[in-house]
């Protein structure tokens, strides 16, 4: 990926669209952790089985985040995006209809595929749409908007 000369409007927008994604998919990687119980008593799964749900996102993601660097020198940026958000979408649709847990847990992973390309991305473009000067910013967000809605307590 090269470094690209973009207007500071057409890189924001860029950031944010990026930065939108990245907080989405980030929220669904703990988001989980609450309706455990409720999801192991509704698929009659053991804690042990329902754990897969977790570890298995984060596994597909660990495969994912390394694998992007592959990715990213094949394929446009604008590809990777839109191919990332909608491994995203399709695994969360997957895992809302999910009859069965087997069919969730693909779902989670699918999903995972998408938010570890997501992510990656994320930070490869920082680097490549803002100048040296800029960028400290932009880490700062991107840092911290993803982890926020975690972080702040229950209405």
Do not use: E
């Amino acid at each position: 990926m090269a470094k690209t000369k973009i207007s500071t409007k057409a890189r924001n927008l860029t950031f944010g669209v990026m930065l939108i994604g990245t907080m989405i998919s980030s929220l669904l990687q703990t988001a989980l952790t609450t309706a455990l119980p409720d999801i192991m008593k509704d698929f009659q799964v053991s804690a042990t089985t329902g754990q897969w749900l977790t570890s298995g996102f984060s596994l597909a993601m660990g495969i994912m985040i390394p694998a992007t660097a592959f990715l990213i020198k094949r394929l446009p940026t604008k590809i990777l995006f839109i191919g990332s958000m909608t491994l995203f979408a399709l695994g969360s649709l997957l895992s809302a209809i999910a009859p069965v847990f087997i069919v969730l847990l693909l779902g989670r992973i699918i999903q995972a595929m998408g938010t570890g390309i997501l992510l990656s991305l994320t930070q490869v473009v920082i680097l490549t749409i803002y100048p040296n000067q800029n960028r400290g910013l932009s880490w700062v967000f991107m840092g911290w908007l993803p982890v926020r809605p975690r972080s702040s307590p229950p209405p």
